[in-house]
T-cell receptor, first 114, second 110 residues
Framework: DAGITQSPRHKVTETGTPVTLRCHQT?????MYWYRQDPGHGLRLIHYSYGVKDTDKGEVSDGYSVSRSKTEDFLLTLESATSSQTSVYFCAISPGRSSNTEAFFGQGTRLTVV | GQNIDQPTEMTATEGAIVQINCTYQ??????LFWYQQHAGEAPTFLSYNVLDGLEEKGRFSSFLSRSKGYSYLLLKELQMKDSASYLC???????????FGTGTRLLVSP
């Protein structure tokens, strides 16, 4: 199994509070991604990174920011959590840029905003 | 952009064969992935097709027709452990940014 760990695994937070989710990998893969998964929508890309300090937005980036100061860590921050951000968040990593390289997913973080 | 369609749910019996379809529209085609996701767990890679035809991998096979924008996942000799969601995904332009369908939940009954 790819060495990818998400923390925390579960979190309940109040509306308006900041929240940071962490993704840690031990595979030295260059590419890292944050997805959210919601019923009826499937997995949707929030942000991704193609190297240290190199990040870009995905299709549902509003209300989220990311940082990657080290190859192994990719942080997702909800600046001011809202109930619409209640979701399961998955981090993924992949070794290469080419389209045929599979992505490996972390176990997910279940976030509830009350 | 990309658009991917899959059936929401399917049911099948243990030992049977099931075909899960996926249709897609993309501005540029860079292959198609199938992932399996058990409830409460992470998606795991099943297959990747970039050329037309059938690729077999044990009990699972995946088919692609680029001209029709169509793929299917074929599961043979179904087992109870095959009850899961099956996600069809295509890479967006560059950096292997996967765009996923909503997934097909397969329920296998005894």
């Amino acid at each position: 199994d790819a060495g990818i760990t998400q923390s925390p695994r579960h979190k309940v937070t109040e509306t308006g509070t900041p929240v940071t989710l962490r993704c840690h990998q031990t595979e030295n893969h260059r590419y890292m991604y944050w997805y959210r998964q919601d019923p009826g929508h499937g997995l949707r890309l929030i942000h991704y990174s193609y190297g240290v300090k190199d990040t870009d937005k995905g299709e549902v980036s509003d209300g989220y920011s990311v940082s990657r100061s080290k190859t192994e860590d990719f942080l997702l921050t909800l600046e001011s959590a809202t109930s619409s951000q209640t979701s399961v968040y998955f981090c993924a990593i992949s070794p290469g840029r080419s389209s045929n390289t599979e992505a490996f997913f972390g176990q997910g973080t279940r976030l509830t905003v009350v | 952009g990309q658009n991917i369609d899959q059936p929401t749910e399917m049911t099948a019996t243990e030992g049977a064969i099931v075909q899960i379809n996926c249709t897609y529209q993309t501005s540029g085609f860079n292959g198609l992935f199938w992932y399996q996701q058990h409830a409460g767990e992470a998606p795991t890679f099943l297959s990747y097709n970039v050329l037309d035809g059938l690729e077999e991998k044990g009990r699972f096979s995946s088919f692609l027709s680029r001209s029709k924008g169509y793929s299917y996942l074929l599961l043979k000799e179904l087992q109870m452990k095959d009850s899961a969601s099956y996600l069809c995904a295509v890479p967006n332009t560059g950096f292997q940014k996967l765009v996923f369908g909503t997934g097909t939940r397969l329920l296998v009954s005894p």
